[in-house]
């Protein structure tokens, strides 16, 4: 097969959680273990830092493994979804995954995949560790894709486990509170594993403490010893953002330059010096100056996008892959902040959120225009747009992205904010990203 009929392959034979929804996800992890006892279990052969959470995740991973890079050492990176293309997900020293690697190694597994049937993130995990093995990568950070006590990435035993925020988000998968969404994602904690908590939730902090308790680990709150302060207002349209920090009250790194802009990143980052920490304990050398190279090169280092990044100035343009309530909530914060004469938001959605909850969070000011990415789950553009009327949110329509971009591109004056979002999905339909 060429690639692109090996791309084929996986997504019309495997099922796809992040195109067709709860359809494509398989809980378990049954036929991840089996997959990789058929390859000779690469995983034992890795040291890995494992990254949950509803949100950071993604964040935390890439900024961990930036982290690591600038130390020198072989870094394997597991994320998903893609945005733009289905070799993104695994990265070593941030290069992608060699599309003819992907093709040799589905021919040479597809007899197994027709036997065992897996979904196709069971397919992707079983992959990267495939490949990292291969590699030889002195550490791998791989980030769960759902949940956690289930996900197909939890078949490892890691150096540190790490949990970023908690939040309301596949709730028909993970349960419908807080606590039983912290219950999956505490799963990943392991026994004797050093576990890291990155924010203090006091709904979900006794989750932690039993299942770390029960396990016999360590746990640690990364914000109760790590206290992340904005040294500098930064200037509406720069995408860095510089930092002091404190630890244990005391004065740890200043001026800080952290190349991800987004107010929620300062929640995140307690969590990855703490996981920093912990590797320079068991031995790893990971020393400030690395700290710093990775947190200011973050996007060179692994090529991280989609969050709060500056597509454009005059007028000024900006994209986050926010999609959940929370996540909502601190874009529409960001943006609060932000100076305009009109804000314009271009907004696609997919069916299995909440939407009414995410819709009454947005500004009623803004200009919309409504869109759907080009996968099943995604919720009409028209629908999407009944809806929003409802909640007084005003606009049109547009059906595809790059329809809905141009014209909020077209409409907005060099004194106007035009922001796109609301969907991973989204995001990845942007021409320029």
């Given amino acids: 097969m060429t690639y692109q009929q090996t791309l084929d392959f996986l997504y019309q034979q495997l099922p796809m959680f992040q195109r067709v929804g709860e359809a494509g996800y398989k809980p378990g992890l049954e036929r991840t273990e089996a997959l990789a006892a058929a390859m000779g279990n690469p995983e034992r052969q890795l040291r890995c830092v494992h990254v949950a959470g509803t949100n950071g995740k993604g964040s935390s991973s890439n900024l961990l493994a930036a982290i690591l890079q600038a130390a020198d050492y072989k870094v394997g990176l597991y994320t998903s979804p893609h945005l733009r293309e289905f070799t993104e997900r695994i990265k070593v020293n941030g290069q992608d995954l060699a599309p003819g690697y992907l093709v040799q190694w589905v021919a040479r597994w597809r007899g197994l995949f027709d036997e065992a049937q897996p979904s196709f993130f069971e397919m992707c995990v079983a992959l990267c560790f495939a490949y990292f093995a291969e590699q030889q990568v002195d550490v791998a950070v791989v980030e769960v894709g759902l949940g956690g006590r289930l996900d197909s990435t939890n078949i490892i035993r890691p150096l540190v486990s790490l949990i970023t925020n908690i939040s309301l988000d596949h709730q028909n998968l993970l349960g419908e509170t807080l606590p039983l969404i912290a219950a999956e994602k505490a799963g990943i904690i392991k026994p004797g594993v050093p576990a890291i908590i990155s924010q203090t939730q006091p709904e979900v902090a006794d989750v932690f403490r039993q299942k770390a308790a029960a396990e016999g680990g360590p746990l640690l709150f990364a914000d109760a010893r790590f206290h992340v302060e904005l040294?500098?207002?930064?200037?509406?349209?720069?995408?860095?953002?510089?930092?002091?920090?404190l630890r244990d009250e005391v004065l740890?790194?200043?001026?800080?330059?952290?190349?991800?802009?987004?107010?929620?990143?300062?929640?995140n980052l307690p969590g990855v010096l703490a996981v920093v920490e912990e590797l320079r304990g068991q031995g790893f050398a990971i020393s400030e100056a690395a700290v710093r190279e990775g947190l200011r090169d973050v996007r060179r280092l692994t090529g991280f996008r989609g969050r709060w990044t500056i597509l454009g100035r005059k007028p000024l343009v900006v994209c986050d892959t926010g999609h959940n309530e929370a996540?909502?909530?601190?874009?529409?914060?960001?943006?609060?902040?932000?100076?305009?004469?009109?804000?314009?938001?271009?907004?696609?959605?997919?069916?299995?959120?909440?939407?009414?909850?995410?819709?009454?969070?947005?500004?009623?000011?803004?200009?919309?225009?409504?869109?759907?990415?080009?996968?099943?789950?995604?919720?009409?553009?028209?629908?999407?747009?009944?809806?929003?009327?409802?909640?007084?949110?005003?606009?049109?329509?547009?059906?595809?992205?790059?329809?809905?971009?141009?014209?909020?591109?077209?409409?907005?004056?060099?004194?106007?904010?035009?922001?796109?979002?609301?969907?991973?999905?989204?995001?990845?339909?942007?021409?320029?990203?």
Avoid at 252 to 267: I, S, T, V
Avoid at 361 to 382: G, H, K, M, V
Wanted: with cysteine.
């Fill in 327 to 433: 996540g909502i909530r601190f874009i529409t914060g960001q943006l609060a902040r932000l100076p305009y004469r009109q804000l314009h938001i271009v907004l696609g959605v997919v069916n299995d959120k909440d939407v009414r909850k995410m819709l009454a969070l947005l500004p009623r000011e803004a200009t919309y225009y409504f869109c759907q990415a080009l996968i099943p789950r995604a919720l009409p553009a028209e629908e999407l747009a009944e809806r929003a009327a409802a909640l007084g949110l005003m606009g049109r329509a547009y059906g595809l992205v790059p329809a809905a971009v141009a014209a909020a591109r077209a409409a907005a004056a060099a004194d106007d904010v035009v922001f796109i979002g609301g969907s991973t999905f989204v995001v990845a339909e942007i021409e320029e990203l």
């Fill in 231 to 245: 040294q500098q207002e930064p200037a509406p349209d720069e995408s860095t953002q510089r930092l002091r920090v």
């Fill in 252 to 267: 740890y790194l200043d001026d800080l330059e952290l190349a991800l802009a987004g107010d929620y990143q300062r929640l």
